[in-house]
């Protein structure tokens, strides 16, 4: 925590000779200069302090343009989330983070560094005497494909302390998690991408809940019936 002008004006007077011709009186010349004194290194502490801050990308602003210089960023996967100030953190922390991966957690992982909340669907083969009538035919290239389930639109809202001035108050976009997800993934393989299905899939679990009410549960004033 950094000092104030204050407590640097008292430790400077704390260095002060003993005698009549350094007074420590509030109002002397003397005093005003040790103030006008302390201002100046209470500024210096709190840009110490401050520059822990920046040393972090996930916190970063001052020093935020350094991160990206050193990562090579913004790079052919920057998209409409980047031109805020969180997408451009979430971005330098993924770049970080990032360092290969083949598991369904991995890429979760460097989505959700980039702000995306997602699911990931793989596809098993049909094989007879394991699928069932009606199961997809999921053959041939399907065996090396995996889809990303993300919400059908992710948003940036503009946060104080976390935005900067003359940002939209919203910002939105899904075109970075396409770009750095495909970038990543396995050379082999084939990405689908799915739009809505998280809530798709929380609409159907309700209707579903609701059926299962209104058919199977008892009320409780009847279990005594």
Partial sequence: MARTADDYKQLLKSLLPP?????RDVGTNLDDLLAALA???ARIDARGDQLIVDGLPATSS??????ERVLGLPDKCAGTLETTMQGRRNAAVSKLTSTGGQSKAYFIAVAKALG??????????FRAG??????????GDWVYTWR??????TIIDFRAGRSSAGEPLRTWGNDTLECKINQLKPAHTITL??????????????ADRLFFAANYVIPGDLETL
């Fill in 19 to 23: 005698g009549e011709a350094f007074p």
């Fill in 39 to 41: 201002e100046e290194w």
């Fill in 62 to 67: 001052e020093l935020l343009s350094d991160w």
């Fill in 116 to 125: 995306y909340e997602i699911t990931i669907s793989e596809f098993r083969p």
């Fill in 130 to 139: 394991l699928s069932q009538a009606g199961d997809p035919l999921t053959n």
């Fill in 148 to 153: 990303v389930n993300a919400p059908e639109t």
């Fill in 193 to 206: 991408f799915g739009y809505g299905a998280l809530e798709a899939e929380d609409q159907f679990m309700a």
